[in-house]
């Protein structure tokens, strides 16, 4: 029975790629393409994670804490092939309005609350999980409240804006997945919380930018900043927090750093290789790709009764 409670756990965390990777291609791709491409981003991580766990025997729960970076540039390379070059963002279908903005609220608010459970729920030891709740409530509790100060602050009218609340309040949590039950001292957990949460917010108008016109990879709604920044954040922090707490026996522990790295460089070049064949799939004419004027077009996947003809 515990193990397939453990194998439960694994699977529903492990989908979590999808939905991250599902950001970037939001409204570029038909239902039948994000079928696809679940099944095949499933299948790498689960592969990936393999490899991490049974080949560089690094711990469980670290290794399901890649799900935010393999989501990331899974869906990254997936969107830099859907994206075509006379897309453009003056349509304003991909923007959101009043009632998505209310609705992804409420979600970011349940996922704040999850996001303790998440970070510490495969993590072996009462201390250990303990700590990972802790550590993790700090963290996010940080990038909540530098995500209301700096929208504030990046607004030249002084409004909070509603695209920075949604991710950068869950950028701290995604931060912490690697190390939350190790950390010691909680002010590491906010300074952690506090750089995710700057990442989050001001990251759009750089990396989001650069990303759009130099590379054209449209990223619909700013994975690499929510998700891949804080990751990657979280991942190198791991790390030297694990040389730090073994620095007076650092030539027996040192292996295990550089197998740590090795595993996040595993993690990333899959999720490369796995997005590029999957984007090239996309692209065939047995996938039906919709084209660029039916981007982000809700109208063409579903019904609306208000908007047919008589009413």
């Known amino acids: 029975m515990q193990s397939a409670t453990c194998s439960i ?17 939001l409204g570029k791709a038909n239902p039948f393409q994000l079928i696809c491409m679940a099944m095949v981003e499933t299948t790498a991580f689960c592969a990936s994670r393999w490899t991490n766990v049974y080949i560089l025997e690094i711990e469980e729960h670290v290794s ?4 935010h970076i393999f989501g990331t540039f899974f ?3 997936v969107s830099w092939w859907l994206t075509q070059p ?4 003056e349509t304003g279908k ?12 409420l979600g970011t608010l349940f996922l704040w609350m999850f996001w303790p459970s998440f970070n510490s729920v495969l993590v072996d030891g009462v201390v250990e999980k303990r700590n990972a709740i802790h550590n993790t409530y ?6 909540a409240v530098i995500a209301f100060a700096l929208s504030a602050l990046t607004n030249k009218n002084g409004k909070l804006q509603m695209t920075h609340i949604h991710g950068a309040t869950l950028a701290g949590g995604v931060a912490l997945g ?12 906010m300074v952690l919380g506090f750089l995710a949460g700057v990442m989050a917010v001001l990251g759009p108008y750089f990396v989001k930018m650069c990303l759009n016109s130099a590379v054209k990879m449209y990223d619909t709604c700013g994975i690499h900043c929510m998700f891949g920044m804080p990751g990657l954040l979280g991942a190198i922090a791991y790390v030297i927090l694990f040389v730090i707490y ?7 522990r040192g292996y295990p750093a550089l197998i740590e790295v090795g595993s996040l460089s595993i993690t990333i070049l899959v999720a490369v290789i796995a997005g590029f064949i999957t984007g090239i799939l996309l692209k065939l004419n047995i996938c039906k790709a919709p084209p660029v004027s039916k981007y982000f077009d809700d109208q063409v996947y579903w019904e609306f009764p208000h908007l047919a003809v008589g009413f």
């Open 138 to 143: 700090y963290a996010i509790a940080v990038s």
């Open 9 to 25: 756990l694994t699977a529903s965390m492990s989908v979590v790629a999808v939905l991250i990777s599902a950001g970037a291609v």
């Open 75 to 77: 869906g990254l390379m």
């Open 178 to 189: 690697f190390s939350a039950h190790i950390i010691q001292s909680p002010w590491i957990a």
């Open 64 to 67: 399901l804490m890649h799900v």
């Open 94 to 105: 991909e923007d959101s309005d009043v009632t998505s903005d209310l609705f992804s609220m």
């Open 246 to 252: 073994n620095w007076n026996n650092l030539p027996a």
């Open 86 to 89: 006379s897309l453009r963002r």
